[in-house]
């Protein structure tokens, strides 16, 4: 079993940056998969960007050159930095382990204005 602790979330300006933070309650090297998800209000949850034990990583065309996934073994947490916020990244984050099976973190709220 995993547990995850979103934190880092807010609100920024268009252009702005923030780091979200994703602690996870076990060793994150033992993990498949780690990776961000998000949910616009009214919309269905979508992919950010995943990051696996081997260091593969992928994201999603719409934050491609401007968000930034890592981990930190040692800290058992996995960050996701954002840049060049847009409003349209206005959302619950939400954090993700897959093992055998997925878990999610309670998720977080980020809000971007013009």
């Known amino acids: 079993q995993v547990q995850l602790a979103e934190s880092g979330g807010g609100s920024a300006q268009a252009g702005g940056s923030l780091r979200l933070s994703c602690a996870a309650s076990?060793?994150?090297?033992?993990?498949?998969?780690m990776g961000w998800y998000r949910q616009a209000p009214g919309k269905q949850r979508e992919f950010v960007a995943v990051?696996?034990?081997?260091?593969?990583?992928n994201y999603a065309d719409s934050v491609k050159g401007r968000f930034t996934v890592s981990r930190d073994n040692a800290k058992n947490t996995v960050y996701l930095q954002m840049n060049s916020l847009k409003t349209e990244d206005t959302g619950v984050y939400y954090c993700?382990?897959?093992?055998?099976?997925?878990?999610w973190g309670q998720g977080i709220q980020v809000t971007v204005s013009s």
């Open positions: 993700s382990a897959l093992t055998s099976l997925t878990y």
């Open positions: 076990r060793t994150i090297g033992t993990i498949n998969v």
């Open positions: 990051i696996t034990s081997g260091g593969t990583i």
